[in-house]
């Protein structure tokens, strides 16, 4: 699976060694040390999955997420030194897809951007060439398009908020458990909690719902974890 990586890394011989490693794999990668050459690339040459560190000079990660996920559902695998719950969260709560501490594995790495890939690529979709777009109420869940629209009007959603929406269309009524929405987004490591669900879901009830903190969608099932109402109220 040959794909086009961006490595954002102000650490030279760590940026050289995670090139390596990729290259190794067959990706074609592109290397660079600052935020904002971040952004300059991305505009320039769209890569297919972005290696973005949290410490970057000029712009930080957290900035360039801010601004890439303004702009598409380009996949991000961050990289941090910082690795409290709270720190996975705000990374998440950006629009990264997939979080990884310092100091790690590069073989894990390499793994971790594999099933990034596998789960975010378009070639998945041609392998699926029939997919009827997922209707729920004023919801609408194209899965080959990769599109979701509310009332008509189209909702941008990261490559994690869609995984979790189309899963739960697919299934109106059925009750997800954080377990399982996780493992549709980014898998289980060593730092990624259940609470990144719920952070996920925070976020498209922002989108999807008229009054997020009284949902008519996405619901909460106490002590268990989220469904798609299979009818709706208010929306």
């Known amino acids: 699976m040959c794909a086009h990586v961006l490595v954002a890394e102000d650490d030279e011989k760590q940026a050289e060694l995670i090139r390596l490693y990729l290259v190794r794999e067959g990706h074609d990668v592109t290397v660079v040390h600052d935020g904002r050459a971040v952004i300059g690339e ?6 297919d999955l972005i290696v973005l560190d949290w410490m970057l000079p000029g712009l930080d990660g957290l900035e360039v997420c801010r601004r890439i996920r303004a702009e598409g559902d380009l996949p991000v695998l961050m990289l941090t030194a910082r690795s409290t719950e709270d720190d996975v969260l705000l990374g998440l709560d950006l629009g990264a897809d997939d ?3 310092k100091p790690y594995r590069p073989r894990e790495l390499v793994a971790r951007i594999r099933t990034l890939l596998r789960r975010t690529r378009h070639s998945d979709h041609a392998r699926h060439p029939v997919r009827p777009v997922l209707e729920v109420g004023p919801l609408a869940v194209d899965p080959a398009g990769h599109e979701v629209f509310i009332h008509g009007r189209p909702v941008r959603c990261t490559p994690g908020e869609f995984r979790i929406l189309s899963a739960m269309a697919a299934s109106p009524g059925r009750v997800f458990t954080r377990a399982q929405l996780l493992e549709l987004t980014t898998g289980y490591d060593r730092v990624t909690t ?3 669900v719920d952070v996920h879901i925070m976020n498209l009830r922002k989108k999807v719902e008229i009054s997020p903190r009284d949902p008519a969608l996405l619901l909460t099932v106490h002590g268990i974890g989220y469904k798609l109402a299979s009818g709706h109220r208010g929306n």
């Open 194 to 196: 259940e609470r990144a």
């Open 42 to 47: 991305v505009s320039r040459r769209p890569p």
């Open 99 to 101: 979080y990884m501490t």
